[in-house]
């Protein structure tokens, strides 16, 4: 049966910006933690976010219609209520909030995808460096609560993919790992509390370390999990029988892959391994949506910086001297790409 082209899916995603912003805006103003275990009447939530009485009901009916929010009853009566989701995920009072991300995607990277033609023209990014400030990295590493307030916000949507990771990885034959850009630690603590024969390193650059240990010893896991500084493009890293990388190898130039890639190499053993955890783009290029859409927000975070296939970390693992690999899928768009000595 020959189905008639539709404009549907055309106009659904030109105009999903709509509920992006709507949802982003939701999280940005805490709506769903100030409702957090209550029920609100739409008068009551807009005094509590203090909105325009104009909000009312639109925003509100708008979160229930795309799922965020669930309502009892109809009319002015009706109470709002958090969705089992929106309690887990977007309450900021919940140890599984990934809300951070959600205010960041608002705070920064909203008004920047904006100049993706620019970005598509000219090659360069398109964030505070277009407008004479300091790059991301840069301004953060200089401002130690802002660091940490961006590593929260990279905290809830990493622990999905390390949690997979280290449910799904074998870790039997190793017995020491080191995870190389380890921000809070949170890679060593999800593998660290899952295989007790495991002791970790999370190496990374000496601001770091304070909320590293602050977060290791949160966990309990001082005595397994030690943090070590360094700078990855200028020390040698640990030696260890796994090195991890959780989204970083994305952030840099072929260059610099090649360059991280060949340190974990001649850091590990014989039949260790450099696990790269990321939105790992399908070999063919015509699946993993995320993974494309996240290699041209590098582009408009660092210009030369994108994001690869598996048969790309192979080729380039390969060169360096790597003999055997595989790909796991760990949650959602993100997989973990494996590399043997």
Same mark, same amino acid.
């Given at each position: 049966? %020959?189905?008639?082209?539709?404009? &549907?899916?055309?106009?659904?995603?030109?105009?999903?910006? $709509?509920?992006?912003?709507?949802?982003?805006? *939701?999280?940005?103003?805490?709506?769903?933690?100030?409702?957090? %275990?209550?029920?609100?009447?739409?008068?009551?939530?807009?005094?509590?976010?203090?909105?325009?009485?104009?909000?009312?009901?639109?925003?509100?009916?708008?979160? =229930? *219609?795309?799922?965020?929010?669930?309502?009892?009853?109809?009319?002015?009566?009706?109470?709002? =209520?958090?969705?089992?989701?929106?309690?887990?995920?977007?309450?900021?009072? &919940?140890?599984?909030?990934?809300?951070?991300?959600?205010?960041?995607?608002?705070?920064?990277?909203?008004?920047? $995808?904006?100049?993706?033609?620019?970005?598509?023209?000219?090659?360069?990014?398109?964030?505070?460096?277009?407008?004479?400030?300091?790059?991301?990295?840069?301004?953060?590493?200089?401002?130690?609560?802002?660091?940490?307030?961006?590593?929260?916000?990279?905290?809830?949507?990493?622990?999905? %993919?390390?949690?997979?990771?280290?449910? +799904?990885?074998?870790?039997?034959?190793?017995?020491?790992?080191?995870?190389?850009?380890?921000?809070?630690?949170?890679?060593? =603590?999800?593998? *660290?509390?899952?295989?007790?024969?495991?002791?970790?390193? &999370?190496?990374?650059?000496?601001?770091?370390?304070?909320?590293?240990? +602050?977060?290791?010893?949160?966990?309990?896991?001082?005595?397994?999990?030690?943090?070590?500084?360094?700078?990855?493009?200028?020390?040698?890293?640990? +030696?260890?029988?796994?090195?991890?990388?959780?989204?970083?190898?994305?952030? $840099?130039?072929?260059?610099?892959?090649?360059?991280?890639?060949? &340190? *974990?190499?001649?850091?590990?053993?014989?039949?260790?391994?450099?696990?790269?955890?990321?939105?790992?783009?399908?070999?063919?290029?015509?699946?993993?949506?995320?993974?494309?859409?996240?290699?041209?927000?590098?582009?408009?975070?660092?210009?030369?910086?994108?994001?690869?296939?598996?048969?790309?970390?192979?080729? $380039?693992?390969?060169?360096?001297?790597?003999?055997?690999?595989?790909?796991?899928?760990?949650?959602?768009?993100?997989?973990?790409?494996?590399?043997?000595?």
């Amino acid at each position: 049966m %020959n189905h008639s082209p539709s404009p &549907s899916s055309i106009l659904q995603t030109a105009f999903s910006f $709509w509920n992006s912003k709507v949802l982003l805006t *939701a999280v940005e103003v805490g709506l769903f933690t100030k409702l957090g %275990n209550r029920c609100l009447t739409g008068t009551e939530l807009c005094q509590a976010l203090q909105f325009h009485p104009r909000a009312n009901p639109d925003f509100f009916d708008a979160l =229930v *219609a795309m799922k965020f929010l669930d309502r009892d009853g109809d009319g002015p009566h009706a109470t709002y =209520v958090n969705t089992p989701e929106g309690s887990m995920f977007l309450d900021a009072t &919940s140890p599984r909030y990934i809300g951070g991300i959600l205010v960041m995607l608002n705070a920064r990277l909203f008004r920047f $995808w904006n100049d993706l033609p620019d970005a598509l023209r000219t090659g360069r990014p398109q964030n505070e460096i277009k407008h004479g400030r300091k790059g991301m990295f840069e301004e953060l590493y200089s401002d130690p609560s802002r660091l940490e307030q961006f590593m929260g916000a990279m905290t809830g949507i990493s622990r999905i %993919n390390f949690e997979a990771f280290a449910e +799904k990885f074998d870790f039997s034959k190793f017995r020491t790992l080191c995870d190389v850009g380890g921000a809070t630690g949170l890679l060593s =603590v999800e593998a *660290a509390k899952r295989h007790s024969h495991l002791q970790c390193i &999370s190496f990374d650059l000496p601001v770091v370390e304070p909320i590293a240990r +602050k977060h290791i010893a949160a966990a309990g896991l001082e005595h397994r999990i030690t943090t070590v500084s360094g700078d990855f493009f200028k020390d040698q890293l640990p +030696k260890a029988d796994l090195i991890t990388m959780g989204m970083i190898l994305h952030d $840099w130039n072929l260059e610099k892959k090649l360059h991280l890639i060949r &340190s *974990a190499y001649e850091a590990l053993p014989i039949g260790g391994a450099l696990i790269a955890i990321e939105a790992l783009i399908d070999d063919a290029r015509r699946e993993n949506v995320q993974g494309l859409l996240m290699s041209l927000n590098m582009l408009l975070e660092f210009g030369d910086a994108f994001d690869y296939s598996g048969a790309d970390f192979r080729q $380039w693992c390969r060169e360096v001297g790597f003999t055997r690999f595989e790909v796991i899928h760990l949650a959602g768009p993100t997989s973990a790409a494996i590399a043997y000595k």
